[in-house]
């Protein structure tokens, strides 16, 4: 059989660039059955030749200058594996120029910089493909254009990070502190030296960009999604979530109303009985609602050097399929508009049940004045938890589950809770998923 030959450029020979070169030489011929083509790993760049990757690259071109790769006429695909804003935005661009499809993890450069690419992709009528940005090894880009393409999305939610999931798994699990869970996912190397852009969910509203950006097929301003970390949850609030049966989750959430879209990020309350409090350690897992499919659910590994490895290679394959079309125009459903015009609900006019904890001196009056001030606010309590002082300054947490609320009208009420005299400034507000 006459295989087609699809010459294979990797920029980056990281954990994920490794990831990629091993399936390309390891599993190539088990690709050739699969496709019918001959993805072959012609030339890698890489600065550091130095380590050991147990690769055997003896027909692999290996240099450390990314221009004669992008410069090359023969390359059909350049995987960009380095991360990060620069050199890799200038080095996709190029490729793009240079009419090559390009396949990247980079989660951070799509969800901020994705239109501008996407543009230069279809003025040169070719394609950037990012399947690996999101979940990992779970197709979950691939299920929302292709196996799901014959549905509006209601909603997209779910856990998008494996770092902040595996710090609350072992809170909840093992009673720990956040900076002791933090620690241990360091040790396990589950968690970067600094671990910044997980904890404060940034990457995970990288994510909710690009799902969003697929589900609405209109491009998402990253910096309008609301964002919320998990650095000030504490053991008193893993030891409340369980008396109430419910586990708190990182969740990346996408909701479609008529008057637009309800987009955030922030650390929840889900019932334990739900499938994603069970979603353990730095696994991931999205549910997906269409008007027609109703509701589904993607779940697997989220990150590390073989499922990346795995989606990126996916996306070299549906590209290389595209070279097989002889005749007239190429078929494409990877389109999406080069607009931002969706509307975004701003998070104050959203709707949601919340657990509140505040820290308050043990005297009469508290809870009535607390309650008070909810009340004025049309705030109206569901559940209520006062522990008994035990603490040498006499102040004791108190916590509340609310019925639903608006956003502001809680954010109103709390502004003024705290001004009391009574109250501890460091109170926790979380929403509670419905």
Known sequence: MDYRQVNIGIIGLGTVGTGVARILLEQKELLKTRTSLDLNLKTIVELDWSKDRDLDLSQVKCITDADTLLEDPEINIVVETIGGYEPAFSFISKALRNRKHVVTANKALIATKGMELYKIARENDVDLLFEASVGGGIPIIKGLREGLVANRFKSIYGILNGTTNYILTKMH??????????????????????????????????????????????????????????????????????????????????????????????????????????????????????????????????????????????????????????????????????????????????KSRFYLRFMTMDKPGVLSKISGVLAENNISISSMVQLESHEKDNYVPIVLLTHEALEKSVEQALQKIVKFDFVKKDYLRLRIFE
């Open 173 to 350: 699990q093992n009673s720990l502190e956040f900076a002791d869970a933090l620690k241990g996912a360091q040790e396990k190397g589950f968690a970067e030296a600094d671990p910044t852009l997980d904890i404060s969910g940034g990457d995970a509203a990288h994510k909710l960009a690009i799902l969003s950006t697929i589900a609405s097929n209109s491009f998402i301003p990253f910096d309008k999604i609301y964002v919320e970390g998990i650095t000030g949850i504490t053991k008193l609030d893993i030891n409340f979530a369980q008396s109430f049966g419910m586990t708190i989750k990182l969740l990346a959430i996408y909701k479609r109303y008529e008057e637009g879209l309800d987009l955030r990020v922030h650390p929840t309350l889900i019932n334990d009985s739900h499938l994603l409090a069970a979603v353990s350690n730095e696994l991931n897992a999205i549910f997906v609602k269409g008007d027609f499919v109703g509701n589904t659910m993607f779940y697997g590994p989220g990150a590390g050097e073989r499922p990346t490895a795995s989606a990126i290679v996916s996306d070299i394959v549906d590209l290389s399929k595209d070279f097989m079309v002889q005749n007239g125009k190429k078929y494409s459903n990877r389109a999406i508009s080069l607009t931002q015009n969706v509307q975004l609900i701003p998070i104050e006019d959203i």
